[in-house]
């Protein structure tokens, strides 16, 4: 898998428990609306599958 991924927090992470709250700092996203353009690879996208409630991906 080459290319890009861009993903952005739509929800809060208030709610989440800490896990989910250090899958979103491992992203890079700590505020909502925040957006981070990463490389797409295996691990980002287990990341984004553990965190997908709260986040967007293009």
């Known amino acids: 898998m080459s290319g890009q991924v861009t993903i952005t927090l739509v929800k ?3 709610g ?3 896990r989910q ?3 979103l700092e ?3 996203l700590k505020k ?3 957006e981070k353009t ?3 690879t295996p691990d ?3 990341m984004i599958f553990k ?3 709260l986040i967007e991906v293009k």
């Open 16 to 18: 989440c428990n800490p």
């Open 44 to 46: 980002v996208r287990g």
């Open 32 to 34: 909502i609306r925040q």
């Open 26 to 28: 491992a992203l890079g």
């Open 12 to 14: 809060s992470k208030i």
């Open 21 to 23: 709250r250090a899958t």
């Open 51 to 53: 965190v997908s409630h």
């Open 38 to 40: 990463l490389p797409d």
